[in-house]
């Protein structure tokens, strides 16, 4: 089996350099998240991209103090533009949509030599007022980027005959 290496070595980085991310860089991260697809190609999203140090100190502040919060150059802000819309299967679609913008833009940045950290544990109240997403709105998660200052061991995953079968459960 080969997986490519941008898959394999992703990792969630918990210690992030201070050191500033380059433009084009940033911008090849981004336009990854842009290209991936979502249901009915709605692409109900928008991402704010934090840089500044005063509103990622307040967004630490938000995920409870969480020391990488702090530490990363760039915070993702994603958030959906539609929390109604419900795809043919009955499922709402945004939690679902968002992760694969969120997903290409963790890959994009392995291939760019930066790490990332997906981030839900924090009060949505905060951050919305914070960056002034509308209320109808919801911020679905903050992807962390910036350059590893410390490389984690692999988290576990489960064995590929649990959580794979064919033909049936
Ligand atoms: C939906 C989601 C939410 C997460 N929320 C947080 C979080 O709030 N804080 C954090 O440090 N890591 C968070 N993580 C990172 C996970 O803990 C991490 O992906 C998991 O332990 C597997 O490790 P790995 O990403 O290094 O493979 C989150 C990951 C996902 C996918």
Redesign the pocket.
């Given at each position: 089996m080969q997986v490519i290496p941008e898959i394999l070595n992703?990792?969630?980085?918990?210690d992030f350099k201070s050191d500033p991310i380059g433009k084009d860089k940033l911008e090849n991260i981004l336009e990854a998240g842009r290209m991936a697809p979502s249901a009915k190609n709605r692409q109900e999203w928008r991402f704010i991209v934090v840089t500044d140090k005063k509103k990622q100190d307040k967004i630490k502040e938000a995920?409870f103090g969480?020391e990488?919060?702090g530490q990363a150059p760039v915070i993702i802000v994603a958030c959906t533009t539609n929390i109604d819309y419900r795809m043919p299967n009955g499922q709402v679609a945004y939690p679902i949509d968002l992760?694969f913008p969120v997903s290409f833009m963790m890959i994009q940045a392995v291939h760019e030599g930066l790490g990332t950290?997906?981030?839900?544990?924090?009060d949505e109240q905060e951050i919305r007022e914070l960056l002034s997403v509308p209320y109808s709105m919801r911020v679905v998660?903050?992807l962390l980027v910036g350059y590893a200052e410390s490389e984690?061991e692999?988290?576990p995953?489960k064995t590929f005959r649990q959580v794979f079968s064919y033909n049936h459960w």
């Open positions: 992703r990792k969630s980085i918990m995920a969480q990488h919060v992760t950290c997906c981030i839900t544990t924090y998660m903050l984690p692999p988290a995953r």
